[in-house]
């Protein structure tokens, strides 16, 4: 069975997807991105999910060159599906990616997306767009297929290599060709998903029920809060029971989980149905940078820190730990509301690309902790490894006296600071 492959879009899915995948077929990777090719090809990859050795030992082909992908037997679409302003689906780059693969498709290729979608996009949004550039008709000519992906950038415990792959095919056959594709990659641990769009509403099911747990967990902080508890000490008595489910507050951003419930809202709309729990999970989710900021502010002002605009340092700048993604990272709406509230705010991160946070979020990074302090208070946004292991000696030169710790993630909870410095956790 010839499987000549091509991954469009070599991101944080795609990149992973390929090299797995290279091991096994003779595999294209494609990229609108020549900045991006250019890097691969001398072994680095920004997103930090591959190693250069790794990068220099495959097979892969990279390439920004629409010519070099036509006639192919496989296409795997990984590019993003991010929602606009009004949070709506926002398809205009998967339309984009759609018609670059239907001007290369040739007869009986197959198309398989793993870009997160709302049910019917891969049949009904995707498959007409194929269909219109190749002049082929879909599930005659040219055939489709759907896997979501659900690898956890970061996490090098879950790869590509060892999770469970839900497939779908347009037919039997095609079904049976994905099986046998990914199982290569993964020791054959593959899951057959019922159609297509059963597969689509797995996926974006996943994500929103995450979302929601977390939701759940925000909103219990900030009532536990009000009684003065920490969510931290209820959530570590409640978790002693066999089936309580242990997710923990925070800032949801990225690309996935505070994304992809709004592609599930509103393909729900266009049903007919007004999601509540879905949408209740986000509103109570957004608010939590503001929740955070005016948290701190209240406890600057109640442990009399200062009684002039404090000077803050925010540890933590990404979405989430240990990558360097900063793509709606929700520190941010913390760090605006401490300086809407007037404070002085300066912001670390030990991962994130300086020059990627001014482009994109208009904040610049300090280049290190050397050499600043005098802060009235840190605040521990996201659990770099590097955070974890700062010691009071740190602290005490980063803080003026009476400075305070504000621990969002509970990341120094063990650390028993010296008197004269104040702890404050969720
Ligand atoms: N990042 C995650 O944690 C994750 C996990 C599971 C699923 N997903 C889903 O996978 C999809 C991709 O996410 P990602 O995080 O890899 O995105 P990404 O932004 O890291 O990578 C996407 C890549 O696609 C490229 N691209 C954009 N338009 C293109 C086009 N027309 N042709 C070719 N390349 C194009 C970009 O240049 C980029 O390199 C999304 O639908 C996302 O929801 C992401």
């Known amino acids: ?25 003779p595999v294209i ?44 037997d496989i296409y795997i679409v990984t590019v993003p599906t991010p929602v606009t302003n009004d949070n709506l689906p926002d398809l205009s780059i998967l339309q984009k990616a759609s018609e670059t693969v239907g001007k290369a498709l040739s007869k009986n290729a197959i198309v398989i997306y ?29 055939f489709l297929g759907y896997s979501p992906e659900r690898i956890n950038p970061g996490d090098k415990e879950h790869t590509v290599d060892k999770i469970t792959k839900v497939v779908s095919g347009q037919t039997p056959e095609v079904t049976e060709r994905l099986k046998y594709i990914y ?28 979302d929601i747990n977390i939701a759940f967990v925000n909103e219990i902080a900030t009532i536990v809060g009000k009684m003065n508890l920490s969510i931290y000490d209820v959530l570590a008595a409640a978790e002693t029971k066999w089936n309580f489910l242990k997710f923990k507050p925070g800032l949801v951003g990225g690309h996935c989980i505070g994304v992809d419930p709004y592609y599930l809202a509103e ?31 209240k406890e600057i002002k109640n442990l009399g820190i200062t ?3 404090a000077k803050i340092l925010v540890l933590g700048l990404t979405f989430k730990e240990d990558i360097p993604d900063l793509r709606n990272t929700k520190v ?52 770099h490894r590097s955070y974890l292991d700062l010691s009071i000696k740190h602290f005490q030169q980063l803080l003026l006296p009476k400075g305070l ?19 404050w956790s969720l």
């Not at 020549?34 to 890097?39: F, K, L, W, Y």
């Not at 790794?54 to 629409?66: G, P, Q, W």
Request: glycine share 8%.
């Open 1 to 25: 069975m010839a499987s000549n492959i091509v991954v469009i879009g070599l991101g944080y899915v795609g990149l992973p997807l390929a090299v797995a995948l290279a091991r096994h077929f």
């Open 29 to 72: 990777g494609f990229d609108i991105d020549d900045v991006r090719i250019n890097q691969l090809k001398t072994a680095v990859d920004r997103t930090g999910e591959i190693e250069p050795s790794v990068l220099r030992d495959t097979s892969l082909k990279f390439t920004f060159n629409t010519k070099d992908i036509h006639g192919q």
């Open 114 to 142: 793993e870009s997160t979608v709302y049910p019917g996009v891969t049949e009904d949004f995707c498959g007409p767009i194929l269909e219109k550039i190749s002049g082929l008709k879909s599930g005659q000519e040219f």
């Open 183 to 210: 199982g290569s990659i993964n020791n054959g641990n593959v899951f057959v998903a019922k159609n297509i769009k059963t597969a689509e509403a797995a996926k974006v099911i996943e994500n929103a029920q995450r």
């Open 267 to 297: 393909c729900s709309r266009q049903l007919g149905h007004e999601p509540e729990v879905i949408l209740a999970g986000r509103r109570t989710n957004e608010s939590m940078g503001g929740f955070l900021a005016s948290a701190i502010n």
């Open 307 to 309: 009684n002039a605009p």
């Open 332 to 383: 941010l709406d913390l760090v605006q509301s401490l300086k809407a509230a007037g404070h002085t705010v300066d912001v670390h991160d030990a991962i994130a690309n300086s020059d990627e946070a001014w482009a994109h979020l208009k904040i610049r990074l300090l280049p290190s902790l050397e050499n600043v302090g005098n802060y009235n208070c840190i605040v521990g946004a996201v659990p």
């Open 405 to 423: 710790i504000a621990d969002i993630k509970n990341m120094w909870r063990e650390i028993k600071f010296p008197d004269g410095l104040q702890y």
